[in-house]
């Protein structure tokens, strides 16, 4: 799905303006960086996209969908399209790993054998099988990173948003992980991340938003990235 | 389908949680039910007793010599709260006092002619329907006396009025005080829950699959706690009634299976639907507002 910002402007009672007047159009199966200092409003507008906020002016469409107008009752059905990996993680501290990515597709009502064979299979793919039975303290704070991960990709969803997903973890750790959001790219999901890793941003050359103190700054298209070859 | 399967097994998880909780939710809800079943039973047996003293309250009109009673019996008949009226003629009112009396009959008939009046027998529905018809036949001029049994009456229906207003006002408190009880456990299993609700809220569980669990919760609690509560009231009312049979056998208690089974089936009701609204209530508050956009 393709994603439309038009005049977008987010401000905070009383006057914190987190945004401000932002035009941005990201087709379909696209792969955006989104940079910018701390406090630039980067949070803001990922959030914006899943519909935790509502812009103050300003549209966003998603697909067909204006998010305005999006009710209470088709909100849910929106969000299983939307794959959030959250900056604190969010994950549920007394479940383990295998059950903190089950319970995203209980919720949806998945029968309990698919559950267990997709659950399985994302959390191969982030690499933490042998970590399957373990609760999130019991983890590193990057195999924490990949948990958020393979939960965001469960459900198979058309847009993932990842709000720092390298932040605090080495170059090794970073680079497993840009290699698993190209890969989720790879397969024809919209992927935008947010990030403050300059290495990352020009190791792995992608499309290019920057926001400074809540305004479109730069955008650049630059040369795609395909992991090992891929083309 | 899975979805309720799943709804089935956090309802489980939640109540062991918390279980020092549950039961005490379990236990305050049994004993407040058990004393709205009690006392609404001993309302029951009480409004039974007067209404079977009720089936034999007659009112008895006794006109002046001479007089007909046609214009009180077309005044008595469209009185709703009469359920049978019967005039009785000076002929019939002989015939029936030869049969009381015997003998000495003949006594009442040697002055040669009928000594007796016309008379009107009339039934009321209740008790306290009696004084206000009383009112009424007093001012007919044809009208030499009315004889009914006052005091009882008047006592009959204050006494069953009295148990009335108390039952229904333990009814109203025992609902509010189960209610509040119910509702705040399911608020705090919401709260011991608040990161993963607002965690699948916003991966895009709906209201629904979050809520199940809360309200299959609470409708174990209102209705656990009901079950409990006929079982002690059966257990006390099969006791009572023993009592009553050996020591008061006067009294009229009821027995009617049926009607008991009704009467419990309806607390159990009662108790199921209380604890399904209140924890629909806790668990919707809190997730309309998790799911306000800011
Ligand atoms: N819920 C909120 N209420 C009030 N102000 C907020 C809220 N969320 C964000 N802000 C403000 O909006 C601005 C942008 O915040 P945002 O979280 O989007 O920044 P960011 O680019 O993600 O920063 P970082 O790189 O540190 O994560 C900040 O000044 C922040 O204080
Ligand atoms: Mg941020």
Not at chain 1, 51 to 58: A, S, V
Not at chain 1, 63 to 77: A, E, M, S
Not at chain 2, 116 to 129: D, F, G, K, T
Not at chain 2, 197 to 208: D, F, P, Q, R, Y
């Amino acid at each position: 799905m393709d994603i439309r910002l038009a005049g977008v402007t987010k401000v905070f009672e009383p006057d914190i303006v987190a945004l401000e007047d932002i035009y941005l159009s990201i087709d379909k199966g696209e792969f955006v960086y989104l940079v910018g200092t701390t406090g630039s409003g980067k949070t803001t507008l990922l959030r914006l996209i899943s519909r935790e906020y509502l812009p103050t002016r300003g549209q966003i469409t998603v697909g067909d969908v204006n998010l305005r107008k999006i009710g209470r009752g088709r909100l849910p059905f929106y969000r299983r399209d939307v794959g959030v990996v959250f900056q604190d993680y969010k994950l549920l501290p007394n479940l383990t790993v295998f059950e903190n990515v089950a319970f995203v597709l209980e919720a949806m009502g998945i029968p309990p054998r698919v559950v267990q064979n997709r659950a399985n299979e994302v959390i191969d793919q982030v690499g933490l099988w042998r970590r399957r039975f373990l609760k999130p303290p019991q983890l590193s704070g990057g195999e924490q990173q990949r948990v958020a991960i393979a939960r965001a990709m469960a459900n198979s969803p058309s847009i993932f948003l990842a709000d720092e997903p390298t932040g605090n973890l080495d170059l090794r750790t970073s680079e497993e992980i840009m290699r698993l959001l190209l890969s989720i790219n790879a397969a024809g999901t919209t992927v935008l991340v947010a990030t403050h890793d300059q290495y990352l941003v020009d190791a792995y050359r992608q499309r290019l938003v920057e926001l400074h103190n809540g305004r479109l700054k730069r955008d650049e298209r630059r040369g795609r990235y395909f992991i090992d070859g891929e083309l | 389908m899975a979805s309720f399967k799943y709804a089935l097994r956090d309802t489980f998880r939640l109540i062991c949680r918390h279980w020092g909780l549950s039961i005490l939710t379990l236990i305050t809800a049994a004993s407040v039910l058990y004393i709205l079943g009690f006392t609404a039973l001993f309302a029951l047996n009480v409004r039974h007793m007067v209404s079977q003293i009720e089936g034999g309250l007659v009112v008895q009109v006794y006109m002046k010599k001479g007089e007909k009673p046609d214009d009180v019996y077309g005044k008595v008949k469209t009185n709703p709260t009469v359920t049978s009226i019967r005039a009785i003629s000076p002929e019939e009112a002989l015939d029936r006092l030869r049969a009381k009396l015997g003998n000495q009959a003949r006594a009442v008939t040697l002055m040669g002619e009928n000594p007796l009046p016309w008379s009107l027998e009339i039934q009321v529905q209740r008790a306290e329907h009696i004084t206000p018809l009383v009112r009424d036949l007093v001012v007919f001029p044809s009208v030499e006396e009315v004889i009914y049994s006052g005091k009882l009456v008047e006592r009959l229906s204050t006494i069953s009025r009295a148990s009335a207003g108390v039952s229904a006002t333990i009814l109203v408190l025992a609902v509010i005080i189960s209610a509040l009880v119910i509702f705040n456990t399911i608020r705090i299993a919401i709260y011991s829950r608040k990161e993963e609700i607002e965690v699948m809220l916003l991966i895009g569980a709906t209201k629904t699959y979050i809520s199940l669990p809360f309200v299959f919760q609470g409708m174990f609690l209102g209705a656990g706690g009901a079950l409990l509560a006929v079982a002690g009231l059966w257990a006390t009312y099969a006791s009572a009634v023993n009592a009553v049979r050996s020591t008061l056998a006067f009294l009229d208690i009821i027995v009617n299976q049926q009607i008991l089974l009704q009467f419990f089936l309806l607390l159990f009701a009662t108790g199921a639907t209380m604890g399904w609204m209140c924890s629909w209530l806790a668990v919707s508050r809190f997730t309309s507002r998790a799911l306000r956009p800011r």
